[in-house]
């Protein structure tokens, strides 16, 4: 295995894994199945080691022994092997660790092997106020040095200047090469797969532009409400939680210039110029371009859901929603709506591009057929289902009397029937594997965050100075009726 690890990734260090909250929602749900999944595929070399660390006082087997059951829950069981879990437990450790005393980390510096030229990847998945405390204690034991690397989740900050703040303290003791700002929503197969559309094809690109496309819509759909995360999401609201990172993240793949390579710089500094060149939604738009919504008590799946603030118990103006008109200000998208909405508690789950293309100029079949020329679109399918279509025009077949007539047919462009019957990847595998080779082309640069959250505070500062609150929509419906006159506005509707 190691073998094949090294022709595949060109490394023979031995690398550390410490994923600071250990114990936590995410490191169960997600990164531990995740580097299960990796390892029973052959992608970690044979001395990679996990430790988790944590305030939990805890010893090695308590710490399997939570890993061990969590897993179990978390993946289908045709995917659990007994054996692959006895040999992916040998790899794991548990550290205890105070972030903010630093206590631990002496222990931490002893477990980890620096010394013999090994490798250190720190994954933080605590809340972010204690990622500057976590850097001041790796570095004080000397765990901070040219061959460790950070790991940050979301959300870094929850606005302009906390997301400064952030960054500087990381910044004072790791550069910003060694800083890997995680998007899980970069992990996912078919966001990838929209880069390898666009650039490995020539068909899309001459039309990829304010001549050929009319509108553009991303849409990710959540039936879950806050999940017991209300204390944190109520500091959030959807804005910040979806729209500033994934769906600004998605954006930047759809909008930006081929990067002449795929490196890390070449591709984030395109994403960067298109969030740069992100109109501001200015107080005077911002009722016109954006829509806040929260939800109050419904039917999710046929399931009676409690309103947000029922959940709560308390008043808040927290949005579950957002939709919003983005333009950018650039000679490819001049003109060009990108609308961009999520929420919590809709009707269905799904995360979804859409691009529709411009009509035809002049139909050339008769009016009487009654034929309406459906232009042509490009729906990528993040989830739950992965897949991308091309809708064209299409003749409907046989010898009818009354002339030609015309029906929208999908071309499916998704991957090969071997990679659908494939187990369907955790984003989060692709992108442990890319940092433990430390490949930051799909991690967001400093300045890509930065530049998201300035365009982001202006939508949120809007919503103050104008004292709006959210609008209501009931859970299982597709948010506030403000959306749909969103888009109506300026002559499209919701992709749904
Ligand atoms: C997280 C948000 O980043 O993404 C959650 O904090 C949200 O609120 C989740 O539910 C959605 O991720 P996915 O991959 O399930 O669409």
């Known amino acids: 295995m190691r073998d094949s690890f090294m022709q595949e990734h060109g490394t023979n260090r031995p690398s550390d894994l410490i994923i600071f909250g250990g114990t936590g929602d995410l490191a169960m749900r997600m990164l531990f199945p995740s580097l299960y999944f990796l390892d029973s595929d052959g992608h970690l070399a044979d001395d990679v080691r996990i430790i988790g660390a944590a305030r939990s006082d805890l010893d090695r ?4 022994k939570t890993v061990h059951e969590r897993l179990k829950s978390h993946i289908a069981a ?41 490798e250190l990847v720190c994954y933080f998945s605590t809340a972010p106020r204690f990622y500057g405390d976590i850097c001041t204690h790796l570095e004080a034991n000397g765990l901070a040095g040219k061959n460790t690397r950070v ?17 500087d303290a990381v910044g004072a003791v790791f550069t910003e090469d ?48 806050v999940e017991g995360r209300w204390s944190y999401y109520n ?9 500033q990172n994934h769906m600004l993240q998605l954006l930047c793949l759809v909008a930006m210039e081929p990067p002449s390579t795929l490196d890390a710089d070449a591709v984030r500094d395109e994403k960067l110029k298109v969030l740069r060149s992100l109109r501001p939604i200015t107080k005077q738009e911002n009722t016109l371009k954006s829509v806040a919504g929260q939800y109050t008590e419904g039917a999710v799946g046929g399931t009676a859901v409690p309103g947000y603030l029922d ?25 060009v709506p990108f609308y961009l909405r999520t929420g919590k508690r809709l009707p269905y789950r799904y995360s979804e591009i859409f691009i529709q293309f411009k009509g035809v100029p002049h139909s050339i079949f008769p009016e009487e057929s009654n034929l309406t020329l459906d232009s042509n679109k490009l729906v990528i399918r993040l989830q739950p289902e992965e897949n991308i279509k091309l809708c064209v025009m299409n003749k409907v077949p046989g010898l009818g009397r009354d002339g030609m007539k015309l029906q929208e047919v999908s071309l499916d462009l998704s991957m090969t029937k071997e990679a659908r019957t494939r187990r369907r990847r955790i984003a989060y595998e692709r992108l442990l594997l890319d940092v433990l080779n430390a490949n930051s082309t799909l991690f967001v640069r400093r300045d890509e965050t930065e530049a998201a959250w300035a365009w982001v505070d202006g939508i949120s500062k809007g919503w103050r100075d104008l004292d709006l609150k959210p609008k209501p929509y009931s859970a299982g419906t597709w948010g506030p009726a403000a959306s749909v006159a ?5 002559g499209h509707s919701w992709h749904d």
């Open 311 to 335: 959940e709560a118990q308390q008043e808040s103006r927290t949005e579950t929603f957002v939709a919003l008109r983005a333009d950018i200000d650039n000679w490819r998208w001049r003109g």
């Open 235 to 243: 500091d959030s609201g959807a804005l910040r939680d979806m729209l």
């Open 151 to 167: 790991v940050l989740e979301k959300p870094i900050g929850h606005d302009l200047e906390s997301c400064r703040a952030v960054n």
């Open 178 to 225: 060694r800083i890997y700002r995680i998007d899980h929503y970069l992990g996912k197969e078919t966001v990838q797969n929209l880069l390898a559309l666009r650039f490995a094809n020539s068909l899309f690109e001459p039309l990829w532009n304010a001549n050929g496309i009319e509108q553009v819509q991303i849409t990710i759909s959540e039936t879950v409400g």
């Open 61 to 64: 087997d308590g710490f399997l």
């Open 486 to 490: 969103l888009t109506e506005r300026y």
């Open 78 to 118: 045709d995917y659990y092997d007994e054996a692959q879990w006895q040999r992916f437990a040998k790899r794991i450790d548990y550290c205890p660790v105070d972030a903010v005393e630093g206590t631990g980390f002496d222990a931490l510096a002893k477990a980890v092997r620096l010394d013999e030229g090994g």
